[in-house]
């Protein structure tokens, strides 16, 4: 099993960018966004259901990031729009077997993806 992301880069305050993850080896039934700063312990993003019936987001980006999944491939993606300098961190993508009431105790990581944002 194998998460492998991508998409981050340098961005104005302002800008957009998606983040894509490829999910290899097998389906899961939650995967969700984490980020960490320099100095800052890693935090929750965003999560959704492999089916897109459920999501949840961190009131920081609430409005301005949308999590999915592209049908056609087991690619997930984090929408980032609105971005601003605050939103600097290594992002990271992350996989359970299935939906859970509670954020954390994901099984599967990917290595992480920087975004960095100008003002």
């Known amino acids: 099993v194998q998460l492998q992301a991508s998409g981050g880069g340098l961005v104005q305050a302002g800008d957009s960018l998606r983040l894509s993850c490829v999910a290899s080896?097998?389906?899961?039934?939650?995967y969700a966004w984490f980020r960490q700063a320099p100095g800052k312990e890693r935090e929750f993003v965003a999560r959704s259901s492999w089916r897109g019936d459920k999501k949840d987001y961190a009131d920081s980006v609430k409005g301005r990031f949308t999590i999915g999944r592209d049908n056609r491939d087991l690619t997930l993606y984090l929408r980032m729009d609105s971005l601003k300098p605050e939103d600097t961190a290594r992002y990271y993508c992350a996989a359970r077997t299935q939906w859970a009431p509670r954020r954390g105790d994901y099984a599967y990581w990917g290595q992480g993806t920087q975004v960095t944002v100008s003002s």
């Open positions: 080896g097998r389906t899961f039934g939650e």
